[in-house]
C-alpha cells in the first residue's frame, strides 16, 4: 500500500468513530485495541469499547502522521464530553485493514482528576 493508501485507512477509521458508524471501520474481524485504561481486547470486546469512546467523541482533529511501512502513528485531538484529549495512537495495517490500535493519552481528563 501506498503511504496515501495507509493514512486513508486510518482517517476512515477515524471518522467513523467520530461519527459513530463503527459498522463502516476498515478493521480486521481480530482486532485489537490497547488504552492507559484498558488491557488489550481483541474482537467483540475490543468493538465494545470502540462503541463506549465513540460515545463520548464529538469530533476528531487530526494534526500529524508518521507512517512507516504497515504502521501508522497519529498524533489527534478527541473533542470528548471532558473536553480536549491529546492522543497519540499507533495503528497496524494488514491488506488494507487495521488489526491493532494503541493509543497513548493522560487518562486523568477522562477520569475527572486534571
Do not use: W
Not at 463502516?24 to 492507559?36: A, F, K, N, W
Amino acid at each position: 500500500m501506498s503511504r496515501g493508501e495507509t493514512v486513508a485507512v486510518v482517517e476512515s477509521f477515524l471518522n467513523c468513530l467520530a461519527s459513530k458508524e463503527l459498522h463502516r471501520m476498515p478493521i480486521e474481524p481480530d482486532l485489537t485495541v490497547e488504552s492507559p485504561l484498558i488491557p488489550k481486547l481483541s474482537g467483540q470486546a475490543a468493538m465494545e469499547y470502540l462503541k463506549a469512546v465513540a460515545a463520548g467523541v464529538n469530533g476528531i482533529q487530526i494534526f500529524q502522521h508518521i507512517v512507516e511501512g504497515d504502521h501508522v502513528a497519529t498524533f489527534l485531538e478527541e473533542e470528548t464530553i471532558n473536553g480536549p484529549v491529546p492522543i497519540f495512537a499507533k495503528f497496524q495495517i494488514e491488506s488494507g485493514r487495521i488489526r491493532d490500535v494503541r493509543v497513548f493519552y493522560d487518562p486523568r481528563r477522562i477520569l475527572g482528576s486534571t
